[in-house]
Structures are given as C-alpha cells and as structure tokens.
C-alpha cells in the first residue's frame, strides 16, 4: 500500500507568488478545497525550496521553487493507505492546480503545464530511491498515469540520488490542459 | 518496497538502549492517552519533556481576518493537552548540544523535515533545530531516527535543562581561554535525565563562552553562564569559569550574577548539579510567571545563594562522572579534511569578496577559515541540508554547528578552498552574503506559528531584510544587528540587539493594528552586556521607515568608533523618541488599511468579536489619552534613569502603571480618583478579578507588577537594577492595558 504521494506540476511562466498568499488565506476561509486547511506559510525567502505553503490536515500545497522550477507540489501527509494512492494524488494536484490557474488576483498568474510532471514518496523506509522500489510500483504508477495521460502516451524514469526521496519524472508527448487531465482522474 | 514494517524494527540495534526504551514508553504514553488512560495535563508534560510542542491554532480555533473559524480535526475531543486538539500540527524542538552536527546528522534532520514536517528546517537562537507542522503521532519515529544518529530530543522543552548552548567557534576561536566543547558536551549529558534536574518549577538554560569579551556565547543572559578562564598557581596553568547565575531575558529580563571568579574545572560539574538541586528545592513552583532560577537569586541574594549552594555541594555524594571527562578532553577534537593551502590569485566566482569579508573568518589555526551561511530567517530547505551535509564532508571533515544568530557554521576551511566552497553554496541558493551584519535579522517564529505571539516577527524581520538589502548601506551601519521577538518572552533575544523590536498590539479606532517596540541601549558584546529598553511603539508597517531613519542618524552623527549604544547613551533617548513620535501616526482604516494587517499575512489584525459598540465608542477617548499619558510616563522614567536618577525613575514607572490602571478602571467607576490605594483598589475589583486584565498565558503577572511596586512604597527604586526592572515591567503592564483595552467595552461587568 502506498501512502504519501506527492506531485509537482510546473508552472510554464513565471508568477507573482506573493500574490497568492492572500488567495490561499481564502480558499482557508471559503473552504474552496473542501478538505481541513489550517494555515499558509510564507517561506519567500527560501531559495530552491516552497514559497508559500498552504498546510492541511491531510494534505499540503506548495508554490513550490524546488530544483529551480516554479510549480505546484502537492503533498499526501494523511491520507488514508490506498492501492490508488497515485491517482488519488494527481487528481487533488490537478484540481489545485486548475483552481490556481482561474485566480484572477495575482498579477502575474501560475498556468501549468503538463507535459511534464514528478511524482515522489515520502517514505523512505518503504519507498527508498532504488530501482527496486520502481519495479515494485511501476504497475500502480503506470495505472494512475495511463489514466491522466493514456497508455503509451508518456515515459517516466526514477530520478533524484538514494538520499532523495523516490521519485519518478514523467514526461508526456502532449501537454494538455490541467482541466483535461483532471476531467480523467474526477 | 522494503519488507520492513516499522522504523523501531529497521533500526533495531542502532539506538541506543535506554533512548530506545524512552521513546518506546513514550509511544506507549501516545498509546494511553489516545484511550483515554493518560490525564491530559501528566501527557502535555510527557510530550513536553520530549520536545514535542504545541503550535498556533492547536486549540482548534483560528480567526480566519473576519471571524473565528472551528478547525474540524477528525479527532473529535482527543486532546494532547489542556486545549489542545490531538490532530492539530506542533513543533518538534531537537537539541543539537553546543549547535554542533555531523554531516549525517544533518541529512537525517532533512529527512524527518521532508517526510514529517513542511519542507522546512528552521534554526532557533539557541542552536535547536525544530521542525513545525508536524503531526503528534509521527513523532516516536521520528525521534527513533535521531536517535540513531545520536540526537536526542530529550528535555528540549518542558521544565528541564535545555539545549547547552557555546560559542560556535569554540575550539577554532582566536580569543578564546581554551576551547568550552568538552566542558559543555560534560554537563549536557550529565545533566540529562538527572534526577536532580526533573524537579524544577521552570526551564534551566544554561551557555559557555571562550572569552569575557566577544559576543557569542551570550552567558550574560543564561540561568547559568561558564566563561573560559585560566589561572597560574605555583606555575601551573589551571583551567576554569568565571561563573555567572541567574541571568535572563522574558519579560523581565535580568543580567546574571558572578557566582564564582574561578570555578576549577573539576568543581563545574558539582557545582552545576548543586545548582540545580537547590533550584528545584527553593524554586518558585506555583507562580510560573516568577519561578525561573533568577528570580530565587534575586529574592536570596547572590551571597546567600552563593552559601546555599556551597552547602549543599559539600553534601552531594562523590559521581566519578564529575572528573572523568577532564582525563580526555581531546575526544572531541577536529580535524582538518585537508592541508592549509593559501587563496590563489582568482579570478574569482561573482559575490566572493563580498561574502568572504562578512561571513569568513580566519581560526587560530593558521591556514584555516570558519565560514558561514547566512539562512535567512533561519530556513532551509531539506535539499540545501544534503547540500551543505555533502560539502562539509568533502571540504572540511565534517563539522558544522548551528549558531545563535540562526546560522550554520562550516569550520576548518583551507584558505585556498574558500572560492569553490563559495560557488558550491551560491549554486544550492545558499551563498548569501553579510552574515553578522545588519541585514542577517534575527527573529523568533512569531505569530507565524508560536501561541505566544502577538505581533509577525519573522514578517518584520523578513521585510527588513529584503528592505536593507534594497540599497548599499554605510559600514557603520552594516555592522549593526536587529533582533525581532514576537512578544515578550523574547526568545528573539530582542533587548541585546542594537536595534530591537518587540511585538504589541495597540488599538486604534476601535481596531487592533500590530505594533513593535523599539527596544535601544543593548549590545550583544561582553556575552550580551547590556539590555535595552523600550522607547515606544511604531506601526509594523512603519518600521522599516525607523530603522532607515535610526541608521542615518547614527552615520551622521557617530563620533570616532563609538558603538550604537554608546552613541545612543551620547545623544539620549529623547532624540531617538524623536523618530518614534514622528511615526507613531497611524492612518484610519478607510485611509490605508494595509496598516492593520501584519507583514507577511494579509488577513485583517484585528480580532473579529472585538465590542465596538456604543460603550466603547465612548470610553475610547478618556482611554487612549490614559493610556497614551502612561506610555509617555515610562519613556520619562527610562531618560530618569539615563540621567542617574533611580528613585525618580521607579516612581515615574510606577505612576505610569497607575495612570493606565485609573484609565481601564474609570470605565466602570468615574469616580476613581488621583488615590494610588483607590486606583489599585478598583483596577483589582474591575478589571483584574474579573479577568479583563489577563494574560491568557501569563494570567496576572502584569497585574502583579502594579501590585507589587504599590506594597513597596518608598522602597521602590533604590539602585539602578530595581529602577531598571521596573521600568521593564511598567513597559509590560502598559501594553497589557492596551490589551485588555479592546476587551473594556464589553467586558467589564
């Protein structure tokens, strides 16, 4: 079973990040995601790391810097175990993803591109970075992704060292919109 | 997929046994609680005494800028403490004893941060590692991982010894007596899990330096301080402490006392475990807001607790432990990865002068350099962890230590490697210059995520960051340091800054608009040898426009190499009051409402079910002009008291808390009079029994010091420390009536 998906989806432009702090304090308040949200945290001033982090209960969401790219992580903490972990993960980042893309208040505004993706674990003890660990979950992975994207649409490969968390970079032959993608996963 | 099913069976063997059996008995206590076996109050202690914090919001409630919203956790009434919801995310403190760690060490740190916490790991200023957000029953694993690495979280929090801290230099340092390292690893174990040191009313922090002068291992303000000192006797060279206790900051902050001028080495230890038995003999319990140990050396007088101490060493029963250490005290001595090399001609990469001039300094072993990262705020991601992990090994033979000014430390740098360890750093988005200077703010995490706190420290501190940053600062001014502490507990060490900033809040038409402190007259020199006072609160949002101002004044008008406080002492408060009074306007909230949120946080300060009715409306004039008088009736008393005149200033201070007082008070009596008995008498009936004027930590600690200085009478103010005291503690109790401000218009039955 696997628990603890995260996925980072990229932004295709630069954006004006602080100005999803106070739209973050929103979907807080309207309770847009309609999951517990607790707080947003503004780590603006990290290099290579998250920006702004929406913290839940059962999830976090980051406008994340990470390895130089701008984009979304969205990050499993609590969600219960589940064999469609990997799809249940994408569909809440693409959902994120989709509603950051309709913000009309920042300045600059995130839009997402989707012809390429990184899917982590964060479990080292069950999920090391090995090879070993992808031949165990390619089955689970390649299903969630053969529905995001269609069966021999994409590629994806193990990356990062063994001291990172698993990952996986998934690289698709198209880039649809975020709205496509997630119409396949809801 | 690992077959292995839990991290207590992976790292089966590689723990230690009795931290082992500590974290099994307190996954038991988890266990229990969640069934409903535990008491509340015994687990919020049990989890305390591991590290284990609450956070903000954990009490299920959080003011979303227009009302007070429920936080839905699934845990229904499981608590972790009194009102503290189960599911609600905390912080884990870990100790990193002396801020030193091990490359490994690190890594694992960035592990726990990725897989349990936010992506983030932050550096306190007293060289802990916590990580925030996370969630209570993850933590029994993620303590098995330190412990397999040899960090334990073992009384970071909780009424125990915390973090030893030292001089990150210590060993390498230029001016030091000798190096502290191996004293400071002695006493941190031997105090841990002690039984001498699990009776206490408060926490017990204690800190080693290397030398009297320099600022970096702040003893001044530790509940006990050992400096490094050497003495010939018989032409031998001995080794010791001067040794200082009763030294803090909080709300009211005190400078330790000389306890000893010479404390041989083999009497640290004893001495040290004396210490803490008659603190937790004679510590104050019940009153927490007065149970730290300076308060029992204030109340007995340093010779009497000299004596009571004295005794009860020559009681304790002989513990090799006490003198073992010192029969090698080269076990934690480095060494260096690589020869000495000189720097080469360059060229070098973009950014390297700058940041060799600020954040490089040669050691006493020649050829040899420590160098800093500057973290802003203390961040860092778990990829620059690995990073810094990765460069320590193979540039330095692996030592790092985590400073209090919320940095890391490489040392045992060759010169010549200097450039590429640059480039290395810049490239993980670490290479940031101007560690030590005015720009590397120092600040405690605030209402970010503490409970404490009232005002965004770590957004003003992140806002003067990148403001100081905009344009090239004058060297007199660059050498200055800020500290920013979110409210009064100061764990931003705010009152040893040169320019410090203390988070309140002050009510304006009728809404709260977050506020901060100038705090002035401090200096983190001599081990932090000298405390500032407030002179009067500024807009958030006007601070950075102070700090430009107080800088410029200091360039213009410094004279020779006098330092800010020397400078400020020179001209006087009055001058800087000057600027205070200039930017204490604060536009309405149709004008400018950007004024009443704080930095980094766009939601509206003001709380939501603040009464602005009819009442309030009316009792907001004759309010704000008493609480306005009091404020100004402090700032006098402090100029008092520059000017040498102690007694003055007591009662200046101590008719400030009246004028406030009679302010609050007249709201539901208009009769109160000019009678200070009258005053202290209805304060106490209206606002104080009936829980107006409360602190809902501290309860009725501000209400006391009003007390207490009534009952003292002419007694008030008979040295310089007592007027200086009061005056902090005026300071306080003002803006504990600018709270409880906002509650009179409803409130006061």
Redesign the interface.
Known sequence: MVQ?VQVKLFSNANADVEGY??VL?RW??DNVLGE?V?????????????EV?L?G?AS?Y?IDR??GKLGL?Y?N??EPESDDAFTAALAKALRAASLLEREEGPKQKLAFRTDELVLRV???????NTD??LT??QPKLRAALDRVYGAGTYELARVGTP???FGVLVRAKSSASVGELLARVS | MTAASSWKRALEGKIREDWGREIDIYETQIELRKKGKVEERLFAETRLRRGVYGQRYDNGQRHDGEKTQTLSFPCNDLTKGPITVWDAPGMQRIKLPMGAMSALQLEVLSELAEEYSDQILHITTRQDIQLHFVHIEDTPDLMRRLAAVGITSREACGNSVRNVTACPYAGVCNTESFDVMPYADAITFFLLGHDDTQDFGRKFKIAFSGCKDEPCGLTNFHDAGAIAKTRVVDGKVQRGFEFYVGGGLGSVPQMAQLFDEFLPEEELLPISQAICRVFGRLGEKDNRARARIKFLVKKLGIAEFKRITLEERAKLRPDPRWTSFLSDLHRLDERPLKAAQPLGPGPFPAGFEAWRKSNVRPQRQAGYFTAAITLPLGDFTPNQGRTIADIARRYTGDTLRATVDQNILFRWVSEADLPLLFAELKSAGLGESGSDTITDVTSCPGTDTCKLGISSSRGLAGELRRHLKQAPLAAEAEALHIKCSGCFNSCGQHHVADLGFLGVSRNVGGRRVPHFQLVVGGELAGNARSYGLAIGAIPSKRVPEAVDRLTQLFVKGRQGEETFLQFVTRVGKKEIRKIVDELQNVPSYDQDPSYYSDWGDPREYTIGDLGVGECAGEVVPFTQFGLAASEREVFEAQVLLDDGKPQEAAERAYSAMLQAARALAREKNQNVGDDPAEIVNEFKTHLVDTKVFWDPFAGAKFAQYLFRAHSEGSNRGQSNESAHQLIEEAQLFVDAAHQAYTRVGTAVP
């Open positions: 603890k702090v106070p304090h807080i308040r517990l607790i707080d947003v945290v503004d780590y603006s001033h990290v290099a290579d790391g998250p982090v913290i209960h976090d980051a990470g390895g992580l990050s903490k609590r964060a479990d080292r003890l069950n999920a090391p070993a660990t165990e979950l001291k990172e968390l």
